[in-house]
């Protein structure tokens, strides 16, 4: 029987192979297994993560949700107590593949950069301290929902997104968000849960997606 349980360190290999199987495409897959299972535990220790993993009825990993409460704090977390580790790691592996270095700089480093910026001015702003009631509805996301390919189709992500959305409501959120690519498996999927579509969007290097919203209730 499959189930839906925490994701812990134990995990870290398989879900960081279940990753670079099912999302082959995706950037950061590009750099190995190593880079992959320092990004999961930073995520698994971060304050405000969301982390879900589905086992089958032989405790084999077959899904994985990553996703925050509090996307923001989230990110600062990870940079702040993991940011040198994550990033000696892409280091390391762009030294020695020079192509793909290239792309993360050309891609990414401008972004990367702006956002440390950013972190380190809001540590010194004031607006840290604006009251809940004015910063407007608390709104949570969902980052990346993995399913075994063969094991799609049995329900697993559904039972993903529903635990992450029981977590959601836990901590206080009242919206969740996510980014897809614009495959219509995906969408129609999204949509039979009760998510909501809420525009598109392009990525700086390129990449199409749509954009879902779920109001939680």
Do not use: C
Not at 87 to 95: D, N, P, R, S, V
Not at 136 to 144: A, F, L, Q
């Amino acid at each position: 029987m499959m189930k839906v349980r925490p994701l812990v360190d134990a995990d870290l290999r398989a879900a960081a192979q279940l990753h670079r199987e099912v999302l082959d495409m995706e950037f950061l897959s590009r750099f190995g297994s190593s880079f992959m299972r320092t990004y999961y535990r930073a995520w698994i220790h971060s304050p405000g993560s969301i982390a879900l993993a589905a086992t089958d009825d032989q405790e084999m990993l077959v899904g994985v949700l990553l996703g925050a409460t509090d996307p923001s704090s989230h990110f600062r977390a990870m940079v702040r107590f993991h940011g040198f580790r994550i990033g000696a790691k892409l280091a390391a592996y762009a030294l020695v593949h020079p192509a793909l270095a290239k792309d993360l700089v050309v891609t990414r480093g401008w972004r990367y950069t702006r956002g440390v910026a950013r972190l380190v001015r809001a540590r010194t702003s004031r607006a840290a301290s604006v009251s809940a009631s004015e910063r407007g509805p608390v709104v949570g996301e969902i980052t990346h929902v993995l399913v075994d390919r063969g094991a799609q189709g049995s329900g697993i992500g559904r039972a993903l997104v529903e635990a992450s959305i029981h977590e959601a409501r836990v901590a206080g959120v009242q919206e969740l968000v996510l980014v897809t690519p614009p495959d219509m498996d995906a969408k129609h999927f999204y949509e039979r849960l009760g998510w909501q579509l809420d525009g598109s969007l392009q990525s700086r290097s390129g990449e199409n997606f749509l954009r879902f919203r779920y109001v939680v209730r």
